[in-house]
């Protein structure tokens, strides 16, 4: 058995994991141990089904002393006037990259890839490697940190919460694109985003959109990718940011905030007839939900409970199944929900969101917290955490939460200057557009309407729960 020492053990070399690693170790002095079950860095990405893109442009994506991409606006394609998005592959080889080129050349940061992480005891911290079973053991001398958290939970890896006929034809999104033989149709089980790629993907394929079946549970409430967008249209972001605050500070719960982020451009829903209960902080492009809309067989607002070769069993009555059909499971959550903890407890921390929707920028946030001072209350205070239950009604809770950390660190003069220079904030650039007039009028309404919002959002339940995390 070995024995090693470290003064940070970091479980899980995700998104989060790797953003957190790169900033801890670009603002101190420190000894880390990475450690994943997979073979290399990028988390879920690795197990990704092939046809996914990031939700949001590469721009603000990784970790942030690496550029994803280059920086362009795509001319051409269903991406055309917004800032590229990477593949699944493309985000493999850049976190691969990262690790083997930056991060452990730097001699502060050892990979154990491979690699479960089994607990701690009064010895340390207990490792097994899946390949050959030798033990590890890890002291440390300073955190253990646990970047497994937020992970999302992902078709490949995901159990059906329903039973499946043996002779029923059922596929993760993963193996679409090695199907063997045509399929008579195709049955997408899901709501979410991945519900919603793997359809687009089978149009762009050239599959007829009445050959397509689509049993959505629940419509979600959706980013407008136009409202994304950083760096040279930056100013589409400040746009969605002051309306953001503008909804918080007059609406009277979530489907009211909801309803005004629709009203200015930030919210997109799928079918204009039902009204969204769902918002996981998706991103699309209108010209997706255009897409999306040429699909009429949609059976919504029903939960599988079985599918059989002659029906499908739903908890509103059966429906009908018909012979040669491929079904398509796409109803793993994606961004899980969570009970918020706080980030800093002594000798260990959890991390989580503390900016809206964005994970890597909130991981390279607390790395660069955590760099910073010995304080856990002071870093608790700069890192307020966030979770999003799955629910357009708690949108005032995310937001008075998110608002709030944006606030305390903003008074930071070192986490200000920092900030303004990450390349994972995609408000990074709004100071080099002051020009802008959506800028200039951005930063205007923000600054009017901020406290007006956090009183709004406080009435509606906000501070309870930010005192309860």
Not at 292 to 320: C, K, N, S
Not at 327 to 341: E, F, L, N
Request: hydrophobic share 40%; proline share 6%; aromatic share 8%.
């Amino acid at each position: 058995m070995r024995e090693i020492e470290t003064d940070y053990l970091v479980v899980g070399a995700g998104a989060s994991g790797m953003a957190f690693v790169d900033a801890l170790v670009a603002a101190a002095d420190v000894d880390v141990v990475l450690v994943d079950r997979r073979h290399s860095a990028g988390g879920h990405w690795l197990d990704a089904y092939p046809f996914v893109r990031l939700h949001q442009p590469s721009a603000t994506y990784g970790v942030n002393s690496r550029v994803l991409g280059d920086d362009r606006i795509d001319e051409a394609g269903p991406n055309a006037g917004f800032y590229e998005r990477a593949t699944a592959a493309e985000i493999c080889d850049y976190f691969a990259r990262v690790l083997h080129e930056d991060l452990v050349p730097s001699g502060k940061v050892r990979f154990f890839g491979m690699t479960d992480y089994r607990g701690a005891d009064g010895d340390g911290h207990h490792l097994t490697s899946v390949l050959t079973g030798e033990e590890t053991v890890v002291r440390v001398r300073r955190r253990f940190v646990d970047a497994t958290y937020v992970e999302s939970s992902i078709p490949s890896r995901h159990t059906p919460p329903f039973s499946v006929d043996p002779e029923v034809r059922m596929i993760p999104p993963n193996d679409l694109v090695d199907l063997d033989e045509p399929a008579d149709g195709f049955t997408i089980l899901g709501a979410g985003k991945t519900a919603m790629d793997t359809c687009n993907w089978l149009l762009d394929a050239g599959v007829d959109p009445g050959r397509i079946e689509w049993l959505r549970p629940r419509d979600p409430w959706l980013f407008d990718r136009r409202a994304m967008q950083p760096l040279d249209l930056v100013g589409d972001y400040m746009h969605m940011q002051a309306s953001w605050v503008g909804a918080a500070a007059e609406a009277e719960d979530g489907m009211d905030f909801a309803r005004r982020l629709e009203a200015a451009g930030v919210f997109l829903r799928i079918d204009p007839q039902v009204e969204p209960t769902v918002f996981r902080g998706a991103t699309i492009s209108s010209r997706e939900i255009d897409s999306l809309r040429t699909i009429e067989r949609v059976v919504p607002g029903r939960r599988v409970l079985r599918i059989g070769t002659d029906r499908v069993v739903t908890d509103d009555g059966d429906l009908g199944a018909e012979p040669g059909r491929v079904y398509i499971d796409c109803t793993a959550q994606g961004v899980r929900p969570t009970v918020p903890r706080p980030i800093f407890e002594g000798d260990r921390m959890t991390l989580q969101y503390v900016t809206i929707g964005i994970v890597p920028w909130s991981a390279a946030t607390v790395g660069t917290v955590e760099a910073r001072t010995a304080d856990d209350a002071e870093k608790n205070r700069l890192c307020p955490t966030l979770t999003f239950t799955g629910t357009a009604a708690d949108l005032p809770r995310l937001s008075y939460v998110g608002m709030e950390g944006l606030a305390v660190r903003g008074m930071d003069p070192e986490l200000t200057a920092w900030n303004d220079t990450a390349r994972l904030n995609p408000a990074g650039a709004a100071t080099k557009h002051l020009d802008d007039p959506r800028v200039q009028e951005a930063f205007a309404s923000i600054g009017a309407k901020f406290g007006p919002a956090m009183e709004n959002l406080a009435r509606h339940g906000g501070r309870a729960a930010a005192s309860a995390a």
